[in-house]
């Protein structure tokens, strides 16, 4: 509508963010292209790195973690599922950057190219390690801190990255992602869970090409960088709130001058008790956790802290903690200081059970309500939108009405096919069924098909124990008749979906059971009412 003035677009795809999705076709691109394993990719990657400039020659390449299994050691099954992982995210991500390419070609076909500043930045804080050790099929069981078996990923080799998977790839795949340095995402004491690429394009006021530029920067010296380009000043107040100053730097400085002195000389970085401080070309850093155990950890005094002079060390391969004792307590008091000015303390190390509110300790949109009443039509009711009721003792009521020709379809459901429950009909018949992360479904239903009328469905779960994920009872209760029972043998403890809600008449996105069609499921009674409570 305004042509004459400038745009701003900021275009964040889910890629490759888990779950790995994409076309068949280009899954089949890369087939055959991964079969010699993790450890050969880390080599051939680091080879390229050095060779296209990115990264300095001498760069070392890190050791594997023990916690890796070396690829030569794996079954031949395994390196076939884990192959196909890989393959998976090799097509996702050549997928996305083909989109990516659109994007770019509709600019210039705008003729808008070369005055555009374009920022591409690749990654997601480095490779994601949450698929585990042997990948998953069903990223919400990660999330739950569920490690999967291998034994439970091999049926889906033929689907993955297809609907019905949900997939993530092994970790030994997330540490080549991340070459040549240590670790991955989530560990935030090492480059491997923190250093991204960016490409910067803007050619009528870059006019170096191919070039590289080094010196130390961080996602939050974007935003910096294009108030400078743009010529426009800090925000100082925004519609009447007052803003702090802002923490980055911009980036403009290095366009000119590839060996212009660092603008960023200081900066901490903090995720689940895994932590570093990056100053002056050193980083003092600690892991506390690792991504796919959930094993005690140790009290954070208990942390051992490493030391590496990465102006020198690019890939932190040497630790220098214990020839330089005085650096490194330099850098640990300034992160002290530096984490407190940001607010980190009290750190925190726990991992999915954030996902529960009550857990974690913050507000909950719900409150201290214990109960819900909900109209046909609601669809799409958020996860954090909706009552907690995972684990927790409660009952579902529905009243509804069936006519002459019957009732079938879904009453209420939330999430779906990777995790979630569902109240629905067919044959006449009630059924309130549990899916547990895909791998197992628990089910309770009537004796007898509803007749012609109004009739209240009432369904209660009743928990064996308080413990998140804990299983239980289920019973179903049908007007005044006798109940049903079915044991439950575990429930999902912190989260059923990250995109999928609540749905009422209905179960749209996936089924939460393949006992009814996917989009065609719609309840084809009437419903009153449906009505969620804690007890």
């Known amino acids: 509508m305004t042509p004459d003035k400038p745009f701003f677009m900021y275009f964040a795809t889910g890629a490759t963010h888990a779950p790995h999705h994409a076309p068949k076709e280009w899954i089949a691109k890369y087939k055959g292209e991964f079969d010699d394993g993790w450890d050969k990719l880390r080599e051939r990657t680091l080879a390229k790195q050095i060779e296209l400039g990115v990264v300095p020659k001498g760069t070392k390449l890190t050791q594997r973690p023990a916690e890796i299994p070396a690829w030569d050691g794996l079954s031949a099954d395994q390196k076939k599922l884990f192959a196909r992982q890989m393959e998976t995210y090799a097509g996702f991500a050549s997928h996305t950057d083909h989109e990516v390419g659109r994007l770019v ?176 070309g050193w980083v003092a850093a600690t892991r506390h956790s690792i991504p796919w155990l959930n094993v005690p950890l140790p009290g954070f005094d208990k942390d051992r802290w490493e030391l590496y002079h990465v102006a020198d060390d690019f890939s932190q391969v040497n630790d220098l903690a214990a020839a330089n004792p005085q650096k490194l307590k330099e850098l640990q008091d300034l992160f002290t200081k530096e984490a407190i000015r940001n607010h980190v303390y009290p750190l925190d190390d726990r991992r999915a059970e954030r996902f529960n509110a009550a857990i974690a300790g913050r507000p909950d949109l719900m409150g201290p309500r214990k109960s819900l009443t909900l109209y046909e039509g609601m669809t799409g009711i958020a996860e954090n939108a909706f009552i907690n009721i995972k684990g927790r003792p409660h009952s579902i009521t529905a009243e509804i009405e069936v006519s002459p020709a019957g009732a079938d379809g879904v009453i209420i459901a939330q999430a779906g096919r990777f995790g979630g429950w569902s109240l629905y009909m067919k044959g006449g018949r009630v059924h309130e069924v549990h899916n547990y992360g895909g791998l197992e479904h628990f089910t309770v239903s009537s004796e007898k098909p509803l007749t012609p009328g109004k009739h209240t469905i009432r369904y209660a779960f009743t928990p064996d124990n308080p413990k998140p994920g804990s299983g239980g009872i289920s019973q179903l209760r049908i007007d005044d008749q006798e109940p049903t029972e079915a044991k439950v043998g575990c429930t999902m403890p912190f989260a059923y979906s990250g995109d999928e809600g609540v749905d009422v008449g209905t179960d749209n996105e996936t089924p939460v059971t393949e006992d009814y069609a996917e989009g065609h499921n719609r309840f084809t009674g009437k419903i009153h009412k449906v009505t969620v409570e804690l007890k």
Request: with cysteine; hydrophobic share 35%; net charge negative.
């Open 105 to 280: 070609k509709a600019i210039e076909d705008m003729g808008e190219m070369n005055n555009t500043l374009f920022f591409y930045i690749a990654g997601d804080n480095g490779a994601s390690a949450e698929g585990g050790p042997d990948g998953t099929y069903n990223e919400m069981l990660a999330l739950n801190g569920i490690i999967s078996d291998f034994a439970s990923q091999l049926p889906h080799l033929d689907e993955w990255g297809g609907p019905k998977t949900f997939p993530h790839f092994s970790i030994g795949w997330a540490l080549a992602g991340n070459t040549p340095f240590q670790w991955t995402k989530q560990v935030a004491s090492h480059f491997g869970g923190t250093r991204n690429g960016m490409v910067i394009h803007w050619p009528d006021r870059i006019k170096a090409k191919g070039e590289v530029r080094s010196q130390f920067h961080h996602v939050i010296d974007v935003a910096p960088t294009i108030l400078e380009a743009a010529g426009l000043p800090e925000p100082t107040s925004v519609n009447g709130t007052k803003q702090r100053p802002m923490d980055g730097v911009s980036m403009l400085y290095t366009i000119d001058d590839a060996k212009a002195k660092d603008c960023r000389t200081t900066q901490y970085f903090e995720m689940f008790g895994n932590r570093a401080i990056y100053h002056d």
